[in-house]
Protein backbone atom coordinates (compact mmCIF):
# COMPACT_ATOMS: atom_id res chain seq x y z
CA UNK A 1 0.00 0.00 0.00
CA UNK A 2 1.81 3.49 -1.09
CA UNK A 3 1.61 6.07 1.42
CA UNK A 4 -1.31 8.25 1.15
CA UNK A 5 -1.28 11.32 -0.80
CA UNK A 6 -3.95 14.37 -1.78
CA UNK A 7 -2.70 14.10 -5.43
CA UNK A 8 -1.06 10.44 -5.39
CA UNK A 9 -2.55 7.48 -5.29
CA UNK A 10 0.41 4.61 -6.15
CA UNK A 11 3.42 4.10 -5.92
CA UNK A 12 6.94 5.84 -7.26
CA UNK A 13 8.21 3.50 -10.40
CA UNK A 14 11.77 2.76 -9.88
CA UNK A 15 13.70 1.41 -13.44
CA UNK A 16 17.29 0.81 -13.16
CA UNK A 17 19.30 0.73 -16.75
CA UNK A 18 21.40 -2.94 -16.67
CA UNK A 19 23.14 -1.31 -19.38
CA UNK A 20 24.88 1.41 -17.47
CA UNK A 21 24.72 0.24 -13.85
CA UNK A 22 27.78 -0.65 -12.38
CA UNK A 23 26.73 -2.65 -9.39
CA UNK A 24 28.11 -0.74 -6.95
CA UNK A 25 25.15 -0.77 -4.40
CA UNK A 26 24.96 2.89 -3.64
CA UNK A 27 21.22 2.98 -4.24
CA UNK A 28 20.32 0.14 -1.79
CA UNK A 29 22.03 1.61 0.40
CA UNK A 30 20.67 4.67 0.66
CA UNK A 31 16.72 3.16 0.03
CA UNK A 32 15.12 4.12 3.22
CA UNK A 33 12.08 2.52 1.67
CA UNK A 34 13.49 -1.16 1.31
CA UNK A 35 12.46 -0.77 -2.62
CA UNK A 36 16.29 -1.41 -3.79
CA UNK A 37 17.76 -4.30 -2.19
CA UNK A 38 21.45 -5.69 -3.28
CA UNK A 39 21.78 -9.72 -3.19
CA UNK A 40 24.78 -11.17 -4.46
CA UNK A 41 26.31 -8.10 -5.95
CA UNK A 42 23.09 -7.54 -7.68
CA UNK A 43 20.89 -4.36 -6.80
CA UNK A 44 17.11 -5.83 -7.38
CA UNK A 45 14.10 -3.52 -7.18
CA UNK A 46 12.06 -5.63 -4.85
CA UNK A 47 7.88 -5.53 -4.65
CA UNK A 48 7.35 -6.65 -1.79
CA UNK A 49 8.71 -3.42 0.64
CA UNK A 50 6.13 -2.22 3.06
CA UNK A 51 4.96 1.11 1.27
CA UNK A 52 6.45 1.05 -2.30
CA UNK A 53 8.96 3.07 -3.39
CA UNK A 54 8.24 6.59 -1.59
CA UNK A 55 9.64 9.09 -4.35
CA UNK A 56 12.25 10.32 -2.24
CA UNK A 57 14.64 9.98 -5.26
CA UNK A 58 17.34 9.53 -3.14
CA UNK A 59 18.31 6.72 -5.79
CA UNK A 60 18.47 9.19 -8.15
CA UNK A 61 20.69 11.10 -6.54
CA UNK A 62 23.33 9.01 -5.43
CA UNK A 63 23.75 6.65 -9.16
CA UNK A 64 27.38 7.69 -10.24
CA UNK A 65 26.45 6.65 -13.17
CA UNK A 66 22.85 7.96 -13.84
CA UNK A 67 21.37 4.86 -14.42
CA UNK A 68 18.51 5.18 -12.05
CA UNK A 69 14.33 6.57 -13.17
CA UNK A 70 11.90 7.03 -10.42
CA UNK A 71 8.95 8.22 -12.21
CA UNK A 72 5.47 8.94 -10.37
CA UNK A 73 3.95 10.36 -7.11
CA UNK A 74 4.93 13.76 -8.78
CA UNK A 75 8.72 13.20 -9.42
CA UNK A 76 10.83 12.41 -12.96
CA UNK A 77 14.74 12.76 -13.28
CA UNK A 78 13.79 16.22 -14.94
CA UNK A 79 13.70 17.23 -10.83
CA UNK A 80 17.67 16.39 -10.44
CA UNK A 81 19.37 19.39 -10.02
CA UNK A 82 23.04 19.76 -10.05
CA UNK A 83 24.38 20.25 -6.37
CA UNK A 84 25.41 23.89 -5.70
CA UNK A 85 29.30 24.11 -5.40
CA UNK A 86 30.67 23.61 -2.07
CA UNK A 87 31.96 27.09 -2.08
CA UNK A 88 28.81 27.95 -2.06
CA UNK A 89 27.37 26.05 0.51
CA UNK A 90 27.25 27.84 3.70
CA UNK A 91 29.65 27.15 6.81
CA UNK A 92 28.45 26.53 10.00
CA UNK A 93 29.94 30.36 10.70
CA UNK A 94 27.55 31.85 8.24
CA UNK A 95 24.67 29.54 8.88
CA UNK A 96 24.98 30.63 12.52
CA UNK A 97 25.25 34.26 11.81
CA UNK A 98 22.25 34.07 9.52
CA UNK A 99 20.15 32.38 12.38
CA UNK A 100 21.50 34.88 14.75
CA UNK A 101 20.71 38.01 13.02
CA UNK A 102 17.38 36.52 12.59
CA UNK A 103 14.39 38.18 14.99
CA UNK A 104 10.55 38.35 14.38
CA UNK A 105 9.94 41.69 13.07
CA UNK A 106 6.46 43.11 13.26
CA UNK A 107 7.24 46.65 11.86
CA UNK A 108 7.57 47.23 8.19
CA UNK A 109 8.39 49.89 5.72
CA UNK A 110 6.37 50.82 3.26
CA UNK A 111 8.41 49.21 0.65
CA UNK A 112 6.03 45.89 -1.16
CA UNK A 113 7.95 43.10 -1.79
CA UNK A 114 8.90 42.16 -4.80
CA UNK A 115 6.83 39.10 -6.18
CA UNK A 116 9.88 37.51 -7.50
CA UNK A 117 11.06 37.75 -3.74
CA UNK A 118 8.28 36.36 -2.48
CA UNK A 119 8.76 33.04 -4.82
CA UNK A 120 12.06 32.95 -4.18
CA UNK A 121 11.04 32.37 -0.65
CA UNK A 122 8.68 29.76 -1.28
CA UNK A 123 11.12 27.82 -3.41
CA UNK A 124 13.64 28.12 -0.69
CA UNK A 125 10.99 27.00 1.91
CA UNK A 126 11.05 23.46 -0.65
CA UNK A 127 13.55 22.19 0.20
CA UNK A 128 12.57 22.12 3.60
CA UNK A 129 12.30 18.12 5.67
CA UNK A 130 8.83 17.86 5.88
CA UNK A 131 7.29 13.65 6.62
CA UNK A 132 7.57 11.21 3.83
CA UNK A 133 8.22 12.48 0.66
CA UNK A 134 6.67 14.04 -2.07
CA UNK A 135 5.28 17.24 0.04
CA UNK A 136 1.60 17.36 0.84
CA UNK A 137 2.11 20.93 1.48
CA UNK A 138 1.08 24.14 -0.28
CA UNK A 139 1.65 27.49 -0.33
CA UNK A 140 -0.85 30.52 -0.67
CA UNK A 141 1.28 33.77 -1.43
CA UNK A 142 -1.13 37.25 -0.16
CA UNK A 143 0.85 40.08 -1.64
CA UNK A 144 -0.02 43.45 -1.15
CA UNK A 145 -1.24 45.28 1.75
CA UNK A 146 -4.53 45.82 0.97
CA UNK A 147 -5.10 42.22 0.40
CA UNK A 148 -3.42 41.17 4.10
CA UNK A 149 -5.26 43.82 5.46
CA UNK A 150 -8.54 41.84 3.77
CA UNK A 151 -7.46 39.00 5.52
CA UNK A 152 -6.98 40.18 8.67
CA UNK A 153 -10.47 41.74 8.81
CA UNK A 154 -11.96 38.00 8.24
CA UNK A 155 -9.35 37.20 11.08
CA UNK A 156 -10.79 39.83 13.35
CA UNK A 157 -14.57 39.01 12.67
CA UNK A 158 -13.96 35.25 13.69
CA UNK A 159 -12.65 36.51 16.89
CA UNK A 160 -15.33 38.75 16.99
CA UNK A 161 -17.64 35.60 16.42
CA UNK A 162 -15.37 33.36 19.25
CA UNK A 163 -15.98 36.27 21.75
CA UNK A 164 -19.51 36.29 21.50
CA UNK A 165 -19.37 32.82 21.87
CA UNK A 166 -16.64 31.46 24.35
CA UNK A 167 -17.94 34.21 26.84
CA UNK A 168 -16.46 33.59 30.58
CA UNK A 169 -19.58 32.01 32.14
CA UNK A 170 -19.78 29.41 29.53
CA UNK A 171 -16.29 29.09 30.07
CA UNK A 172 -16.85 28.60 33.53
CA UNK A 173 -19.35 25.80 32.45
CA UNK A 174 -16.79 24.08 30.23
CA UNK A 175 -13.89 24.04 32.60
CA UNK A 176 -15.11 20.03 34.17
CA UNK A 177 -15.07 19.20 30.44
CA UNK A 178 -11.80 20.67 29.01
CA UNK A 179 -9.66 20.71 32.04
CA UNK A 180 -8.00 23.45 33.83
CA UNK A 181 -4.85 23.95 31.08
CA UNK A 182 -7.50 24.63 28.15
CA UNK A 183 -9.47 26.63 30.48
CA UNK A 184 -7.05 28.74 31.41
CA UNK A 185 -5.80 28.94 27.90
CA UNK A 186 -8.95 30.17 26.75
CA UNK A 187 -9.90 32.95 29.50
CA UNK A 188 -6.46 34.39 29.90
CA UNK A 189 -4.99 34.17 26.75
CA UNK A 190 -7.18 33.26 23.66
CA UNK A 191 -9.68 36.31 25.28
CA UNK A 192 -7.39 38.81 26.29
CA UNK A 193 -5.65 37.89 22.40
CA UNK A 194 -9.01 38.20 20.19
CA UNK A 195 -10.07 41.59 22.59
CA UNK A 196 -7.01 43.01 21.54
CA UNK A 197 -6.97 42.30 17.84
CA UNK A 198 -11.04 43.21 17.80
CA UNK A 199 -10.07 46.53 19.63
CA UNK A 200 -7.36 47.04 17.41
CA UNK A 201 -9.39 46.96 14.14
CA UNK A 202 -11.69 48.95 15.89
CA UNK A 203 -9.07 51.87 16.52
CA UNK A 204 -7.49 51.15 12.48
CA UNK A 205 -4.47 49.07 13.96
CA UNK A 206 -3.77 45.54 12.67
CA UNK A 207 -2.69 43.78 15.48
CA UNK A 208 -2.83 40.35 13.68
CA UNK A 209 -0.67 40.92 10.44
CA UNK A 210 0.85 44.62 11.65
CA UNK A 211 1.01 45.74 7.94
CA UNK A 212 2.73 43.44 6.65
CA UNK A 213 2.53 43.90 2.91
CA UNK A 214 2.85 39.57 2.53
CA UNK A 215 1.70 37.09 3.57
CA UNK A 216 2.44 33.44 3.48
CA UNK A 217 -0.23 30.65 3.98
CA UNK A 218 1.18 27.40 4.54
CA UNK A 219 -1.53 24.17 4.54
CA UNK A 220 -1.71 20.69 4.84
CA UNK A 221 -3.47 17.85 3.68
CA UNK A 222 -4.84 15.19 5.49
CA UNK A 223 -2.24 12.64 4.40
CA UNK A 224 0.67 15.38 6.13
CA UNK A 225 1.17 16.92 9.55
CA UNK A 226 0.64 19.85 10.47
CA UNK A 227 4.65 19.88 11.88
CA UNK A 228 5.83 20.05 8.43
CA UNK A 229 3.94 23.08 7.37
CA UNK A 230 5.68 24.39 10.76
CA UNK A 231 9.20 23.32 9.03
CA UNK A 232 8.26 25.01 5.97
CA UNK A 233 7.52 28.03 7.43
CA UNK A 234 10.46 27.87 9.12
CA UNK A 235 12.40 27.35 5.96
CA UNK A 236 10.70 30.40 5.10
CA UNK A 237 11.92 32.53 7.61
CA UNK A 238 15.39 31.73 7.14
CA UNK A 239 15.01 32.14 3.28
CA UNK A 240 13.34 35.59 3.99
CA UNK A 241 16.46 36.52 6.57
CA UNK A 242 18.79 35.52 3.84
CA UNK A 243 17.05 37.88 1.67
CA UNK A 244 16.62 41.00 3.47
CA UNK A 245 13.20 40.48 4.27
CA UNK A 246 11.79 40.59 8.19
CA UNK A 247 9.31 37.97 9.35
CA UNK A 248 7.54 36.42 11.82
CA UNK A 249 4.87 33.43 12.34
CA UNK A 250 1.31 33.85 13.32
CA UNK A 251 -0.17 31.61 15.38
CA UNK A 252 -3.17 33.75 16.09
CA UNK A 253 -4.78 33.67 12.20
CA UNK A 254 -4.95 29.91 11.26
CA UNK A 255 -7.58 28.72 13.81
CA UNK A 256 -9.83 31.19 12.23
CA UNK A 257 -8.94 30.53 8.41
CA UNK A 258 -9.12 26.93 8.82
CA UNK A 259 -13.16 27.41 10.56
CA UNK A 260 -14.18 29.49 7.52
CA UNK A 261 -14.08 27.30 4.64
CA UNK A 262 -15.84 29.50 2.27
CA UNK A 263 -12.70 31.86 3.28
CA UNK A 264 -10.38 28.96 2.02
CA UNK A 265 -11.89 28.34 -0.97
CA UNK A 266 -11.20 31.76 -1.90
CA UNK A 267 -7.94 32.04 -0.96
CA UNK A 268 -7.30 28.63 -3.21
CA UNK A 269 -6.81 26.45 -0.04
CA UNK A 270 -8.00 22.97 -1.36
CA UNK A 271 -10.96 21.59 0.09
CA UNK A 272 -9.76 19.08 2.82
CA UNK A 273 -6.44 20.78 3.33
CA UNK A 274 -5.94 23.11 6.61
CA UNK A 275 -4.32 26.31 7.07
CA UNK A 276 -1.77 25.63 9.42
CA UNK A 277 0.82 28.67 9.21
CA UNK A 278 0.96 32.17 8.37
CA UNK A 279 4.38 34.17 7.87
CA UNK A 280 4.23 37.67 7.48
CA UNK A 281 6.83 39.39 5.52
CA UNK A 282 7.73 42.87 4.55
CA UNK A 283 11.07 45.38 4.65
CA UNK A 284 11.80 45.41 8.49
CA UNK A 285 11.54 49.28 9.65
CA UNK A 286 13.00 48.49 13.01
CA UNK A 287 16.91 47.03 13.16
CA UNK A 288 18.17 44.94 15.52
CA UNK A 289 21.84 45.94 16.63
CA UNK A 290 21.95 43.07 18.99
CA UNK A 291 20.77 39.93 18.91
CA UNK A 292 20.21 37.68 21.87
CA UNK A 293 21.38 34.24 23.57
CA UNK A 294 18.58 31.96 24.14
CA UNK A 295 18.25 28.58 25.57
CA UNK A 296 17.15 24.89 25.48
CA UNK A 297 16.13 23.34 28.48
CA UNK A 298 18.79 20.80 28.23
CA UNK A 299 19.27 17.66 30.24
CA UNK A 300 21.69 14.73 29.94
CA UNK A 301 20.04 12.28 28.91
CA UNK A 302 22.82 9.99 29.06
CA UNK A 303 22.38 9.51 33.10
CA UNK A 304 18.90 9.46 32.75
CA UNK A 305 19.23 6.11 30.09
CA UNK A 306 21.49 4.70 33.17
CA UNK A 307 19.07 5.03 35.87
C1 LIG B 1 3.76 28.76 16.33
C2 LIG B 1 4.07 30.19 16.50
C3 LIG B 1 3.04 31.12 16.51
C4 LIG B 1 3.31 32.47 16.66
N1 LIG B 1 2.29 33.37 16.65
C5 LIG B 1 2.54 34.69 16.77
C6 LIG B 1 1.48 35.65 16.68
O1 LIG B 1 0.32 35.28 16.48
N2 LIG B 1 1.80 36.96 16.79
C7 LIG B 1 3.08 37.37 16.99
O2 LIG B 1 3.31 38.57 17.11
N3 LIG B 1 4.12 36.50 17.06
C8 LIG B 1 3.86 35.17 16.94
N4 LIG B 1 4.89 34.26 16.96
C9 LIG B 1 6.27 34.76 16.98
C10 LIG B 1 6.88 34.62 18.32
O3 LIG B 1 6.16 35.44 19.17
C11 LIG B 1 8.34 35.01 18.24
O4 LIG B 1 9.01 34.10 17.44
C12 LIG B 1 8.89 35.07 19.62
O5 LIG B 1 8.46 36.26 20.18
C13 LIG B 1 10.38 34.99 19.65
O6 LIG B 1 10.92 36.09 19.01
P1 LIG B 1 12.13 35.96 18.03
O7 LIG B 1 11.70 35.03 16.93
O8 LIG B 1 12.33 37.35 17.59
O9 LIG B 1 13.28 35.42 18.81
C14 LIG B 1 4.65 32.92 16.83
C15 LIG B 1 5.68 31.97 16.82
C16 LIG B 1 5.41 30.64 16.65
C17 LIG B 1 6.55 29.66 16.62
Not at 83 to 97: H, M, N, R, Y
Not at 238 to 253: D, H, K, M, R, V
Request: aromatic content about 6%; some cysteine.
Amino acid sequence: MPVMHSLYRESGKVRIDAGICKECGSCARICPAEVLKAHNGKVQVCSDSPFGCIACGHCMMVCPEGAITVTGRGISPEDLLPLPAAEKKAGPEQLAALMQSRRSVRRFSDKEVASELLECIVEMATTAPMGIPPWDIGCVMIRGREEVQRLAAEVVKGYEGFLKMFRPWLLSLMRPFVGKARYVMFLHFLRPLAETYVRGHREGRDHVFYEAPALLIFHHSPYADISDAMIACTYAMLAAESLGLGSTIIGGAPPIIQRNRALCQRLGVPADSTPSACLILGHPATHFRRTIRRRFTCADAVDRLDA
